[in-house]
Structure formats: structure tokens, C-alpha cells
């Protein structure tokens, strides 16, 4: 059964820290996403990557780094947490020109 | 930036009706379109794909494709309650990412 998995699916921070969300696959899959989901607003691209070491930005990169150092993870960064970062985090992986897993998703809440 | 564009809803149908659900698109040179379902909280998940002009059935579900008109759609026969959701469109630009439309939200009434 294929799987792509987040390690939280909630996560309450404080403003200021930095918060690291893992997402891992097991289909070893060349791309990955990282989105953010927010009522109203769709599905928003943060960051992608399609290869090891590779990353490139989406739609709203600022406030967020992501890191690939293995081909089946793939991290979101949140150098400094602000409230406006408060939302549902969903990562997700495909071969190219085929179906996109998601993960379960992870709802961050920053105080 | 290639773009996927849905009518945000909500669409309501009455149960055992068809449910029609459309989806237009920009890039000329999309191959493969993708039709995901997502309930309230949960992930989305995969329903439909379609990379031919036509029509293609699974079940209770037919996608509908229009190359030459950018148009993608979605039927769904005899809705149930438990359709109620956001159905979101997708195709892939070049090779590197899915765009998404922002979904249209289905309520399946008893």
C-alpha cells in the first residue's frame, strides 16, 4: 500500500520558533510538494522539489525553507513561526504526468 | 502560470441526481488531467484520470475530456450524501508540478 506520511497531525508552536515538519514517501517518487490549505484559498503550492538536493519555489515561498537530502523526505522549515503560518500543512509525491499522493496533513496552530 | 479554474460553489443536487462538476484549463499542452475529492479535514484523494479526448467511467463516476476546448469535466450518477465535498481538478505543468484548481464543493441533499 503506498503511503506518504507526515510526522504530525497537529502541532501547536509558539511565534518566534522554528518549526520542522518531515514528510515521508514510500514510492520512490522524483517529486515532492509541500502545501498549505486555508479555507476559501484552495490548495497553495509552498515549495517542490523533483530531485535529491533540488528544490524550487511555488507560489508562496516567503517565510519557508525546505530541505531534500534523501530522496524519500522531504522537510518544511519555518525559520521563525509567525500566526499568519497557522494552517493545514499537506505534502504530497508523484512520478511526473501521474497521480499526486497526498499525506494526511499536518494543522499547525502558532500562538 | 498555468491555470485551472472551477466554479467555487457550492453545487447542490438532490440525492440519486446527476452531479455535473467543470473544470477549464490554460495549458494547451497539458496531457493529464486528474480529478481528486477531499472532505472536510482529510486529505485529497484520487477519483478520476483522464488523458484522452472522451469520455472515461469508473463506477458512478464519467470524466469528460475536450482537448480542443481546454475543458475537463466531472459526472457523477446517482449522488449520494456521502458525495458532499470538494471536488478539485488538476493537470500537470511541464513535468514538475500538479496545478490545482480551488476546488467546487458538492452538497448531496437526502
Known amino acids: 500500500d503506498v503511503k506518504v506520511t507526515q510526522s504530525s497531525r497537529y502541532l501547536v508552536k509558539r511565534t518566534g520558533e522554528k518549526v520542522f515538519l518531515e514528510c515521508v514517501q514510500d514510492?520512490?517518487?522524483?517529486?515532492m510538494f509541500w502545501y498549505r490549505q486555508d479555507p476559501g484559498l484552495g490548495l497553495r503550492l509552498i515549495y517542490f522539489?523533483?530531485?535529491?538536493?533540488?528544490?524550487e519555489k511555488g507560489d508562496i515561498p516567503e517565510g519557508y525553507s525546505v530541505s531534500r537530502e534523501k530522496k524519500e523526505r522531504f522537510s518544511l522549515i519555518l525559520e521563525s513561526a509567525s500566526t499568519n503560518q497557522t494552517s493545514m500543512y499537506l505534502c504530497?509525491?508523484?512520478?511526473?504526468?501521474?497521480?499526486?499522493?497526498f499525506g494526511p496533513g499536518t494543522r499547525l496552530t502558532v500562538l | 502560470q498555468k491555470e485551472v479554474e472551477q466554479n467555487s460553489g457550492p453545487l447542490s443536487v438532490p440525492e440519486g441526481a446527476i452531479a455535473s462538476l467543470n473544470c477549464t484549463y490554460s495549458?494547451?499542452?497539458?496531457?493529464?488531467f486528474f480529478w481528486y475529492r477531499q472532505y472536510s479535514g482529510k486529505s485529497p484523494e484520487l477519483i478520476m484520470f483522464?488523458?484522452?479526448?472522451g469520455d472515461k467511467e469508473d463506477g458512478r463516476f464519467t470524466a469528460q475530456l475536450n482537448k480542443a476546448s481546454q475543458y475537463v469535466s466531472l459526472l457523477i450518477r446517482d449522488s449520494q450524501p456521502s458525495d458532499s465535498a470538494t471536488y478539485l481538478c488538476a493537470n500537470w505543468e511541464g513535468f514538475q508540478k500538479l496545478v490545482f484548481g480551488t476546488g467546487t464543493r458538492l452538497l448531496v441533499s437526502p
Open positions: 522539489s523533483y530531485d535529491v538536493k533540488m528544490k
Open positions: 483522464i488523458y484522452s479526448n
Open positions: 514510492m520512490d517518487h522524483e517529486n
Open positions: 504530497a509525491s508523484a512520478q511526473s504526468h501521474n497521480e499526486q499522493f
Open positions: 495549458d494547451r499542452g497539458s496531457q493529464s
